[in-house]
T-cell receptor, first 111, second 115 residues
């Protein structure tokens, strides 16, 4: 059974800091890995999708990497801003085509 | 292009009642998945529909059911509501079945409160 872990559950950083969010998964047989952002009480917004054959994806200040063999992914956020405050969720798509989510990391960026 | 829409956005029900939630996917998307999000369990997969057929199902009791119509709109139904069913229910659509190269696009969710 696939398990996705995100540690720590919460993180608080000062504005301008570069930061790394970690995600680990137990079964390396995945089709892809996605990072989502969720604002309080809202749905999920897809930030980056990495196919199993890829090593990383970039979008603006965000860079996500994938090491499938070790079951790890990182989301790098450069020059963090208060508007980046949200919960960041990592999810993997398995052979049965369903997403398995981590419980998320709640990020607070202090002005 | 309009995003995924879910109705209603908020619902309050009492134990024992049943509820139906609706999801309209992005135009052209044929796959619709449903998820339950609670503070304790996080996001959990309920089921996925593709071309009116349920393709995958998560580990939820039979009280949770769903269907998809020919226009790809989907509904989920929860019967005999329990307090523990209080959650944010999220719907996601994708162009083809998840597991391919397509991102899942999520709706804003329906917040269900069971009293």
């Amino acid at each position: 059974k696939q398990e996705v872990t995100q540690i720590p559950a919460a993180l608080s950083v000062p504005e301008g800091e570069n930061l790394v969010l970690n995600c680990s998964f137990t079964d390396s047989a995945i089709y892809n890995l996605q990072w989502f952002r969720q604002d309080p009480g809202k749905g999920l917004t897809s930030l980056l999708l990495i196919q199993s054959s890829q090593r990383e994806q970039t979008s603006g200040r965000l860079n996500a990497s994938l090491d499938k063999s070790s079951g790890r992914s990182t989301l790098y956020i450069a020059a963090s801003q208060p508007g980046d405050s949200a919960t960041y969720l990592c999810a993997v798509t398995g052979a049965n085509s369903k997403l398995t989510f981590g419980k998320g990391i709640t990020l607070s960026v202090r002005p | 292009k309009a995003g995924v829409t879910q109705t209603p956005r908020y619902l309050i029900k009492t134990r024992g009642q049943q509820v139906t939630l609706s999801c309209s996917p992005i135009s052209g998307h044929r796959s619709v998945s449903w998820y339950q999000q609670t503070p304790g369990q996080g996001l959990q997969f309920l089921f996925e529909y593709f071309s009116e057929t349920q393709r995958n199902k998560g580990n939820f009791p039979g009280r949770f059911s769903g269907r998809q119509f020919s226009n790809s709109r989907s509904e989920m139904n929860v019967s005999t509501l329990e307090l523990g069913d209080s959650a944010l229910y999220l719907c996601a659509s994708s162009l083809i079945t998840p597991g391919g190269t397509d991102t899942q696009y999520f709706g804003p969710g329906t917040r269900l409160t069971v009293l």
